[in-house]
């Protein structure tokens, strides 16, 4: 088992920057996946972006490759989302999930919430134009 705590979500302008982190506790010796996932209001659960345990691949969506980037502090159990010049669209609540490595056996379920087992409360992240 792990737990996932999201920070850092706010109310910026669009254009600005802000990052997300992810802390986890509980079982986190387990080589896990951590993604970020986002819904906004009215819409389905979206992907984001994931990184593999070791950090070495990572995965964006199109809509946010170039502007958010995601890495990993194993030492301190945390998984970050920087995103920079964040626009109106990027509106919505966003979730840290987790899922056992050993569980994405093809590239398109790092994609897929369904693959990953644990998930945060979420985060809101608001942009203004």
């Known amino acids: 088992q792990v737990q996932l705590v999201e920070s850092g979500g706010g109310t910026v302008q669009a254009g600005d920057s802000l990052r997300l982190s992810c802390a986890a506790s509980g079982s986190t010796s387990i080589p896990y996946v951590v993604g970020w996932f986002r819904q906004a209001p009215g819409k389905e659960r979206e992907f984001v972006a994931t990184?593999?345990?070791?950090?070495?691949?990572?995965f964006y969506a199109d809509s946010v490759k170039g502007r958010f980037t995601i890495s990993r502090d194993n030492a301190k159990n945390t998984v970050y989302l920087q995103m920079n010049s964040l626009k109106p669209e990027d509106t919505a609540v966003y979730y840290c999930?987790?899922?056992?490595?050993?569980?994405?056996?093809?590239?398109?379920?790092?994609?897929?919430?369904?693959?990953?087992?644990?998930w945060g409360q979420g985060t809101q992240v608001t942009v203004s134009s």
């Open positions: 990184i593999t345990w070791r950090g070495g691949t990572t």
């Open positions: 999930a987790a899922g056992l490595g050993v569980a994405f056996y093809s590239t398109n379920l790092y994609y897929r919430a369904e693959a990953y087992n644990y």
